[in-house]
T-cell receptor, first 115, second 111 residues
Framework: DTAVSQTPKYLVTQMGNDKSIKCEQN?????MYWYKQDSKKFLKIMFS???????INETVPNRFSPKSPDKAHLNLHINSLELGDSAVYFC??????????????FGPGTRLLVL | RKEVEQDPGPFNVPEGATVAFNCTYS??????FFWYRQDCRKEPKLLMS???SGNEDGRFTAQLNRASQYISLLIRDSKLSDSATYLC????????????FGTGTSLTVIP
């Protein structure tokens, strides 16, 4: 019973292609996130959605477009992939949003390699 | 200046040793603090929240020093299974959704 799941786990693609990563959580959380972890292991937030509404949109190229069809799903579409997009992308959802002890639960990650 | 800074290590310690990690944060108004653990090629998982008065969970003790703007994690009696990267996480605002992660401190416990 995976709490936060992502597909695919691995994605190898050519520069210039368009790809999507899907995320689903079965925890009943209202808030979901996308993070990027680069080769130096730095984990940086990209987007946050609360109940399907965009809350956080960090300085991310507009080639990245999140979509939340419902509060259990947050997908990430990437257009015109570039070499620098190679990273691990983590989806997360959180319990008790807006509370001091808010806890984030992460998906297993999608390892994207752009050739 | 980064929101959260950690010594990347690596820390290589023998089994049974005590090891401590520190993490500094830049926003003095930060409200919530956490330690996450990330195993190699896995996702981060919450290890423990850090409370103002300090807190302990088994062999792990977390402390917060607001005056100096740092949090610490102490691991006693290190086990081989403690080998991982430990991520310091700061949430500046109680009501906001932003989390800032440090780059992590790598720990290897040696037999």
């Amino acid at each position: 019973d995976t709490a936060v799941s992502q597909t695919p786990k691995y994605l190898v693609t050519q520069m210039g292609n368009d790809k999507s990563i899907k995320c689903e959580q079965n925890l009943g959380h209202d808030t979901m996130y996308w993070y990027k972890q680069d080769s130096k292991k730095f984990l940086k937030i990209m987007f946050s959605y609360n109940n399907k509404e965009l809350i956080i949109n960090e300085t991310v190229p507009n080639r990245f477009s999140p979509k939340s069809p419902d509060k259990a799903h947050l997908n990430l579409h990437i257009n015109s992939l570039e070499l620098g997009d190679s990273a691990v992308y983590f989806c997360a959802s959180s319990q008790l949003p807006g509370q001091p002890q808010e806890t984030q639960y992460f998906g297993p990650g999608t390892r994207l390699l752009v050739l | 200046r980064k929101e959260v800074e950690q010594d990347p290590g690596p820390f290589n310690v023998p089994e049974g040793a005590t090891v401590a990690f520190n993490c500094t944060y830049s926003n003095s108004a930060s409200q919530s603090f956490f330690w996450y653990r990330q195993d190699c090629r896995k996702e981060p998982k919450l290890l423990m929240s850090v409370y103002s008065s300090g807190n302990e969970d088994g062999r792990f003790t977390a402390q917060l020093n607001r005056a100096s703007q740092y949090i610490s994690l102490l691991i006693r009696d290190s086990k081989l299974s403690d080998s991982a990267t430990y991520l310091c996480v700061v949430k500046p605002s109680i009501t906001g959704n932003q989390f800032y992660f440090g780059t992590g401190t790598s720990l290897t416990v040696i037999p």
